[in-house]
């Protein structure tokens, strides 16, 4: 089971990669077989090359992602709430999202949802 | 399929049967076979009883829910970010929380799921 501090320290490398707008630095904090459903009631990518494909998509929006919040750490999860930063049809948008991470016993998120929708995204 | 508007108010009812100490507003938001891992990782309430009774305890400590940024709204799903105050052994304490529900087709939640852990716990 991973500690707080590992799961807090995976929420962070999250978010510094897509600073870094590097699809890999995101790939790596989920294990090979984990699912994706962002937002959450869509298809879900399930799996390393879903998963690369998804956050190349991603950042190639110039999508940042900044914590609004404290980071919710509870057994072998983590919820967090911030504003994602991007273009979208060419104006800058800001969307309120609360990701869910479960993680399974190497530290590794097995899951991770998205929570967010047309009413949580505004100009500017 | 409940609209985003039904989903906010359930989230808005909830905070207010916080605010009014009832349980059963809080009940009544939820499905008769509703389940409720508050916080996540512990064993489910599962029911009508099971909810009723632990929303009598939550209430009993005099929590309230300031509700602390969007609520997220995706589908059938809401989840919010909050602080809860609270007497904790004999102590003004917050406690930062995000709340996950999942409803069903009548816009009742099916599923609550409440993340927070010892490290989001402050006093004052």
Known sequence: MPTPEQMEAAVHAYVAAFDAGD??????????????????GTA???????????????MATGAKLV???????????????MRVMLQWDGQDTTIHVI???????????????AYFGPGNMIAG
Do not use: C
């Open 23 to 40: 699809a890999e630095q995101a790939v790596a904090i989920f294990a090979p077989d984990a699912v994706i459903e962002d937002p959450i």
């Open 44 to 58: 879900p990518k399930v799996g390393e090359a879903a998963i690369r494909e998804f956050y190349q998509a991603s």
């Open 67 to 81: 914590l609004d919040g404290a980071i919710r750490i509870a057994a072998a999860h983590a919820a967090f709430p």
């Open 99 to 113: 990701d869910t991470f479960a993680f399974d016993e190497n530290g590794k998120v097995k899951e991770m949802k």
